[in-house]
């Protein structure tokens, strides 16, 4: 193929798979973009990156500039919700060229007569854009240029650093090239910065023994917004299937009164547009989310695609689920885990587009009705990935308010899919890093990979789902340890709540599993408890909002400390305006001391300069002056947050 | 876009900037392919690769494996010269999948009754494809599956790995996933392995002070094949210019006599399709090319495009050329070097599309008029980029034989676009890498990044335009050690020949410039001479043909040795039937002795067992039989070409 084109743009960052996926953002992020851009030869060459929103006529330009081995750098900032486009453009800069060739042959003591008469073409045609004061300066100097008399003045003026200037101001672009195009999604802050709390509202009754309601829930709002969580998540509200319901801790036979698990969706009551009687009525949801949204907190469904054996949809639309040659339904199952209650829905079904169709519905019913705006996708894994890039796209284009949590907790490259997909946040194996070493490889694999710019972490210490070892009967220390990592490693976070603030690690003996867990059975919550652990997360809640730099998560540099049971690590905003040094003792049982290294140069000080750290959490100050500084973290308080001040 | 695929494709290796290039390979070449092959949930899949020849109709496949990490790995096998498409398909394997559900199940202790139904289907539609014994096999487990007295029976058979087999060999392929082609090209096997040798033909003749001729280069064709090499390269044939013609040692006044650089190319006589009258005619020229074939040698000629004042170009088409506003022509110029006997073609020149016409018509003409199968391309990188793809891509249309070795002597961006335009092979930075550590960082970057798959290196110790400043005076030891490098690290190699092999290391002072330098003057040679050095460039080139792994570059692992001064590799071939270990002594002074660690579980042996070496230069054998082995070199004979024998 012919193209008279001599710029080559190539390796644009970031992008993901060549292009295939977009990246994330949110609004008012600045994107750095680097590019290789190359040319034949000795020219000078200039690049930027134009970008646009997609409701966007024209394309914005910023000028990248040149680093080493022709690297280009450059960024651009996002500033509405939506796709955006960027790409690469570079051409020879004649003009730039004209004057670089031009020094060079005067620092080798040519006479550069001829030179300057092609320069004075270029100022000819560039004065026509430049503003007047400009423009006289170029005239000027084009008249020196033609007039042998003023030679001295004309070499002057043109190998002069403010012509340089100009030259570099009003590019004649000519034979340009242009990479392709490539993506970024941008969501509203709330993508990037979140903190979850997560009850079953069947438990939400203040009074022991009876079923917990809308109503109740409503009473609880204000303790979740002095705790400081800005979304309330809740397991599916819809009815319960009657049919193989579960009993408590997931036995097969369900007795009287057993209220069965509440991701078994669907029955004679309805289905995933329905509300399961015993919690409220519709009006009672809607009032649930508008006094939530009052108090800040926006309200989290979960969007579980299943259905109990007697969902309507499975009379409805018996083709969208697998029948088996002996006329049985397929339930769920993992052999040897098996879950009678729910029916796996038939991704192939013949009826797939109608079936699709039928789920966009379901999302779009309670976003559209209710006011909410966050789901919490129940293992999407085991839903096909273009099915959920339709659905998110399609939700997101009239809704983009809207954020996606995948509840993947699976093989890494599944849930990278998932992200690459559109997912807006993504569980995370952070609720298995318990030593140092983990978890900066994990934090570094999440922030420092491409992983950064598709794949935004929510780290949950624990969930219904999943007691963890390293909780299970745990002592206070490593609870509030694993919150503090949880909030301030990463800037989406969450927990199961009541279980996990009120120390409840009984497990299922050899699972990771609750015991007596609420996915089965109602719990009885003495809601109006609180102790160390509820005012610890509530100050770290609040310090989150008041520090930009615990509001991202990909701006973090683990420091050296010389002690293995101490982490250690530097948070802050681009503008360097909020600077955060995080220090944790991880030992559950001892005090812990050590150094700590201070990134001097990234931190722009130098050695012996005194900076004051303050220690959010209990307000002691420091003054350090030295790169190495000691800490000492007893298991009492097992955290330092410092602010930083220079 | 709605897709019910359920399976993704993704990283695909190899492959070059997202497929914007192809790989590149020679015929009879094992590509190894991996991708990343997934699916929602816990489902059986599988995958292929598929390849086939631009020629070809229908694709051909060849199955993938899994590995770790839903990574997945296959190959394919290009036969034929041109270029191939290669993508990946990936499925879910119904049947395989209920194979191993129905596992599962029997595992976790369940009647597994309806799912031999469901079996019984799949073993019907897969005995329609199945040869007749397994059709016979299937039918028979088809009855089993269906007698509940046979339950037994039947579920032994449906978890055998008998049925597993033919399960495998016919896939019942549903919902199919592909990635997009990407492609590679395939040359000859001489783009991958070729042993050059450089002369001017005008310094050919026999007797002093005569200009050299065609005929006189007939006469030196047997000297070249005894020493081993298959191409011959000379710089520039055509007439050459006599307006602004160098003097000896790159003067800018000619001297009555003076021959000029033949990088000048044009006069009266003719340009790029004409034959200096000195050195002969058409018709020697045609006879040269054929008798070095007979003696299995390629002629390589120089593509320099570029012209002297004096080129009928600059009559004929002044357009071609940039004309500076005083009237005068530009010539070629990187102050402060100036090359005023040369006008660099004007590539931005408004008729650039007859210009383009006019370069391929040129290249062409010595292809098709006087069989030439090779060009070295002079200077590539200070032309755009787009002509070199299209230049190429249109001579290779017809006739793929032809190779093309960019002399790019730049910044490795640069020389890698012009790899990836379609360039068979580089020149590279061989020439100036000495150290131990330099030489194993260069080749591992050559081998083992993606430039494996773009950039073939061609490693010249010397060319008429670099006398390194290793080579400047050096002793004889160098000059052994750095044959011995160029030809045993990279399979394509080449010396700029006289002034290497008679060891002429005289240089302008300060610069790594030959005195009395060829490209501007006449210089005689005793071509009667033999050396050491002539002696043992011939042996190793004999052994280069008749060992695999030296006719591969990308095929190279690097031993410990406990010296700085010793360099010692492995290499093999794919089916390990030639495998050599070489030593090199890089000091040219003393003898260095060491512990060379030999690479066991590459090599396919273990610690104990016996392996004899033998050196193919001096013909001595070693039994070695432990992982560490002594070896000592002499600057005499500063290396070790060791045959491995299991």
Redesign the interface.
Known sequence: ??????V?I??IYPQI????HFIKAVVDQIIPVQA?V?V???DVIAASVLFKHENDKNWQEHRMSSME??RWSGNFTVSKQGHYSYKIQGWVDYALNWQH?TQ??I??G?KV???L??G??YLSSISKKANKTEAAYLKELQSAFKDPARYDEAIAGATSEKLHQILSKYPEK??VNESEPLGVYVDRLKAQFSTWYEFFPRSAASEEGKHGTFKDCIELLPRVAKMGFDTLYFPPIHPIGEVNRKGKNNTTEAKDGDVGSCWGIGSKEGGHKSIHPELGSEADFKKLVKEANKLGIEVAMDFALQAAPDHPWVKEHPEWFKW???G?VQYA????KKYQDILPIY??SKD??NL?DEMLTAALYWIEEFGVQVYRVDNP??????FW??LISEVKKKHPNVLFLSEAFT????MH?LAKRGFTQSYTYFTWRNNKQELIEYVNELTTTDQQWFFRPNFWPNTPDINPWALQGSMESVYLQKYFLAATLSSNTGIYGPVFEFMEGAALPGKEEYLDSEKFQIRHWDWTQENKLTTLIARINELRKEHKALQQTNNIEFLQVENEQLLAYYKFDAAKESEIIAVVNLDPYYAQNGWIQLPLSEMGISEGQQIKVQDLITKSSYIWDKEWNFVELHPALPFHLFKVEK
């Open positions: 193929m012919r193209n008279q084109s001599r080559v190539e390796s798979d060549g292009g295939n290789d190359l034949d030869g000795h081995n022709d060739g060079r042959k620092d080798d040519q007569t001829s030179e008469l092609e004075a073409e000519k034979l088996r040659p002996d049985t199952e993992n052999p040897p991704f192939e797939w587009k699709w894994h085991t839903k096909p990935y273009y890039g339709w093989k890494p490259k599944v899919q």
